[in-house]
């Protein structure tokens, strides 16, 4: 670990054989409008990217959706050859469409197709790790993912995938994925306001097991926000800012991906991240889920 993630917020945490900062980037928004073609600011991407790099980051979360393909063309473009330290978590198990949308491609052909462009865009031999994407663009769906999870454990043992993952997944389904596979993260919607993942997160930490909130500050009613900003605005902070630094406190598994396409709304999350929330501040800001 260099000095540089070492000074980041929250420190490291193991995924798997894999070390990884607490604070990590998101690529998402790197893509172009609707997180569908390519970016306005092509160079500007590259250069959050770099600048990610630069602060010691080195958890970068991406998709082959992004785009489609565009995010990690980008990655590739940006950061090959990836330092040692550096590892890419991605996702498979949703395509776009020409509407934008994001619908399922689970199917054993759909998933190993995805694998492999993964691979060839981020120019890779194996990838880190690889979430599978369950339910849809609202939220989980109870069903079985065995299936799909077996298509992608037959890919780790060909030695394409390192590591698996679940995203988007019930509780039913993470404890499915367990008892087929070891997993070492689940990626889900959690905030201040969106707090169904509690017992997960909890019983996630006590297995060692990472969990990766996405949306930190998506679905605030304008009260919700309101008491935010509150607390926001006492310790002259963003709520963002606070938000970021309520979610590393919240548990120690707990992974930040946040996404910008802004070298300098990166250093600001990085440095928001970091604020010292008292014991009072977090009871107030617990309050809200």
């Given at each position: 670990?260099?000095?540089?993630?070492?000074?980041?917020?929250?420190?490291?945490?193991?995924?798997?054989?894999l070390t990884v900062t607490r604070?990590?980037?998101?690529?998402?928004?790197?893509?172009?409008?609707?997180?569908?073609?390519?970016?306005?600011?092509?160079?500007?991407?590259?250069?959050?990217?770099?600048?990610?790099?630069?602060?010691?980051?080195?958890?970068?979360?991406?998709?082959?959706?992004?785009?489609?393909?565009?995010?990690?063309?980008?990655?590739?473009?940006?950061?090959?050859?990836?330092?040692?330290?550096?590892?890419?978590?991605?996702?498979?198990?949703?395509?776009?469409?020409?509407?934008?949308?994001?619908?399922?491609?689970?199917?054993?052909?759909?998933?190993?197709?995805?694998?492999?462009?993964?691979?060839?865009?981020?120019?890779?031999?194996?990838?880190?790790?690889?979430?599978?994407?369950?339910?849809?663009?609202?939220?989980?769906?109870?069903?079985?993912?065995?299936?799909?999870?077996?298509?992608?454990?037959?890919?780790?043992?060909?030695?394409?995938?390192?590591?698996?993952?679940?995203?988007?997944?019930?509780?039913?389904?993470?404890?499915?994925?367990?008892?087929?596979?070891?997993?070492?993260?689940?990626?889900?919607?959690?905030?201040?306001?969106?707090?169904?993942?509690?017992?997960?997160?909890?019983?996630?930490?006590?297995?060692?097991?990472?969990?990766?909130?996405?949306?930190?500050?998506?679905?605030?009613?304008?009260?919700?926000?309101?008491?935010?900003?509150?607390?926001?605005?006492?310790?002259?902070?963003?709520?963002?800012?606070?938000?970021?630094?309520?979610?590393?406190?919240?548990?120690?598994?707990?992974?930040?991906?946040?996404?910008?396409?802004?070298?300098?709304?990166?250093?600001?999350?990085?440095?928001?991240?970091?604020?010292?929330?008292?014991?009072?501040?977090?009871a107030e800001l617990d309050k809200?889920?």
């Open positions: 670990m260099n000095t540089l993630s070492a000074s980041l917020p929250g420190g490291t945490w193991a995924l798997g054989d604070f990590g980037y998101g690529a998402m928004q790197l893509a172009g409008p609707g997180v569908m073609g390519p970016p306005a600011d092509h160079d500007g991407a590259l250069a959050v990217l770099r600048e990610a790099a630069a602060l010691g980051i080195t958890h970068i979360d991406t998709a082959g959706a992004y785009g489609p393909r565009v995010t990690n063309q980008l990655i590739r473009e940006a950061l090959h050859p990836y330092p040692a330290s550096t590892h890419i978590v991605t996702k498979v198990g949703a395509v776009r469409d020409r509407q934008g949308g994001w619908p399922p491609a689970r199917r054993p052909e759909e998933l190993r197709r995805a694998v492999h462009e993964n691979l060839e865009d981020l120019g890779l031999d194996s990838l880190d790790v690889v979430n599978l994407r369950l339910g849809d663009a609202q939220g989980p769906r109870p069903g079985s993912l065995a299936e799909p999870f077996e298509t992608l454990v037959g890919l780790q043992q060909q030695g394409l995938i390192r590591h698996l993952g679940v995203s988007n997944a019930t509780a039913e389904q993470v404890a499915e994925a367990q008892a087929i596979a070891p997993i070492v993260c689940v990626q889900n919607m959690y905030n201040l306001a969106h707090r169904q993942d509690d017992e997960l997160i909890d019983d996630l930490a006590g297995k060692g097991i990472a969990y990766v909130p996405f949306f930190p500050l998506g679905g605030f009613t304008p009260l919700q926000s309101t008491a935010l900003s509150a607390v926001a605005a006492r310790l002259d902070a963003t709520p963002m800012s606070v938000a970021l630094a309520w979610l590393l406190r919240r548990s120690p598994n707990i992974l930040l991906i946040p996404g910008t396409s802004s070298v300098a709304h990166l250093r600001e999350n990085v440095a928001g991240a970091g604020i010292s929330l008292s014991d009072e501040q977090l809200i889920g």
